[in-house]
């Protein structure tokens, strides 16, 4: 059986898009294509990340673990 993938809200930015190169579309998608660039990209915990994007924290990080299934498949 497949390892499950789980991303939280209190991973990081860097740490998720470096471990699932998949999410990075979604981070662009919720984000746009200026987020790679930011300073605090990378080191910033997803939840913060959501925060300063006025995002959904929940429905972010179930997309993000779509996308490292897919991924992993």
Do not use: R, W
Not at 46 to 53: D, F, K, R, V
């Amino acid at each position: 059986m497949e390892k499950e993938v789980l991303i939280t809200k209190k991973m990081s930015t860097g740490e998720v898009t470096k471990k699932y190169p998949a999410t990075k579309e979604v981070f662009t998608k919720y984000f746009g294509k200026g987020c790679f660039d930011c300073p605090s990209f990378g080191t910033e915990d997803i939840n913060l990340a959501c925060m300063m994007h006025n995002t959904d924290v929940n429905k972010f990080v179930q997309e993000l673990n779509e996308a490292a299934s897919k991924e992993n498949k």
